[in-house]
């Protein structure tokens, strides 16, 4: 089922607030490696934030969604895997309000863009807005992902402010905690304070245990040859990702590859 898009009402929200956003430059003192938290007020998700741009590269600003995108962070933070390695692309699972040239802009960007009459020029200027999920193509946001992202980049700030005047700030008064920014729904409407939190730990899901069809064993035992040799395999992700419908995240399938080296 295809979720709902963002209404002009949330693309203006977010585009504001990636405006003020911007326009504190904390990358100017800030770095990736400064992580914070934002709770989403809708499902109570933490998006571990970092502020990227303090080597004048690529200014943004991640999300990294739950402990699992918070794993995909530090992966990436430990060197195991860079850009432009496509394996960034399987492993990530965060929101990225970004700041580009027009031309990585696709038609659905330019589009929101001139239906809320918003200009933009020069280098870096162009607002990019994308929901990155392991094993699939960076894609437009949902509604949903829209309004968090919204929250993060407004809640970024206050604390981006913050830490310019105390970078003691985000250090933790127990190892393995975050500070967090966690909102209170009140009559007058979302209030936000900090909180110390570490990461709620991961339940491995159980898999079934596959009973095995003796039946097929046999009939594959009886046409293994007297041969000697080495089978090796390995799998992998596609390179180019596969949209089975219009409108559908494209996602990048998993490939199979056996060699089988035979000598008499």
Same mark, same amino acid.
């Given at each position: 089922?295809?979720?709902?898009?963002?209404?002009?009402?949330?693309?203006?929200?977010?585009?504001?607030?990636?405006?003020?956003?911007?326009?504190?430059?904390?990358?100017?003192?800030?770095?990736?490696?400064?992580?914070?938290?934002?709770?989403?007020?809708?499902?109570?998700?933490?998006?571990?934030?970092?502020?990227?741009?303090?080597?004048?590269?690529?200014?943004?600003?991640?999300?990294?969604?739950?402990?699992?995108?918070?794993?995909?962070?530090?992966?990436?933070?430990?060197?195991?895997?860079?850009?432009?390695?496509?394996?960034?692309?399987?492993?990530?699972?965060?929101?990225?309000? +970004?700041? =580009?040239? %027009?031309? $990585?802009?696709?038609?659905?960007?330019? !589009?929101?863009?001139?239906? /809320?009459?918003? @200009?933009?020029?020069?280098?870096?200027?162009?607002?990019?807005?994308?929901?990155?999920?392991?094993?699939?193509?960076?894609?437009?946001?949902? +509604?949903? =992902?829209? %309004?968090? $992202?919204?929250?993060?980049?407004?809640? !970024?700030?206050?604390?981006? /402010?913050?830490? @310019?005047?105390?970078?003691?700030?985000?250090?933790?008064?127990?190892?393995?905690?975050?500070?967090?920014?966690?909102?209170?729904?009140?009559?007058?409407?979302?209030?936000?304070?900090?909180?110390?939190?570490?990461?709620?730990?991961?339940?491995?899901?159980?898999?079934?245990?596959?009973?095995?069809?003796?039946?097929?064993?046999?009939?594959?035992?009886?046409?293994?040859?007297?041969?000697?040799?080495?089978?090796?395999?390995?799998?992998?992700?596609?390179?180019?990702?596969?949209?089975?419908?219009?409108?559908?995240?494209?996602?990048?399938?998993?490939?199979?590859?056996?060699?089988?080296?035979?000598?008499?």
């Amino acid at each position: 089922m295809k979720e709902q898009a963002p209404s002009p009402r949330e693309w203006a929200a977010l585009y504001q607030a990636s405006a003020d956003f911007k326009r504190v430059a904390a990358w100017e003192w800030m770095y990736d490696s400064d992580l914070f938290g934002v709770q989403n007020p809708a499902d109570g998700e933490i998006g571990y934030c970092c502020v990227m741009g303090n080597l004048g590269e690529h200014y943004a600003l991640g999300v990294y969604l739950g402990t699992e995108g918070l794993a995909s962070y530090l992966y990436i933070q430990s060197g195991a895997v860079e850009p432009p390695d496509m394996s960034v692309l399987f492993i990530q699972k965060c929101l990225m309000a +970004s700041y =580009e040239d %027009r031309e $990585l802009l696709e038609q659905p960007d330019r !589009a929101v863009i001139k239906e /809320l009459g918003l @200009k933009f020029r020069g280098r870096n200027a162009w607002p990019l807005f994308r929901s990155y999920l392991p094993g699939y193509h960076p894609w437009v946001l949902t +509604s949903a =992902e829209a %309004r968090f $992202l919204t929250s993060a980049l407004e809640q !970024a700030i206050n604390v981006a /402010l913050r830490f @310019k005047d105390d970078p003691q700030l985000l250090t933790p008064p127990h190892e393995g905690q975050y500070l967090v920014r966690v909102p209170d729904q009140r009559t007058d409407g979302l209030h936000w304070s900090d909180q110390w939190q570490a990461p709620v730990q991961i339940k491995p899901e159980e898999m079934p245990s596959p009973r095995p069809d003796e039946l097929q064993i046999q009939r594959i035992k009886q046409t293994v040859t007297a041969r000697k040799g080495a089978w090796e395999t390995d799998y992998f992700r596609a390179p180019t990702p596969i949209q089975e419908r219009k409108g559908e995240r494209p996602y990048y399938p998993y490939m199979s590859l056996w060699l089988i080296t035979l000598r008499e």
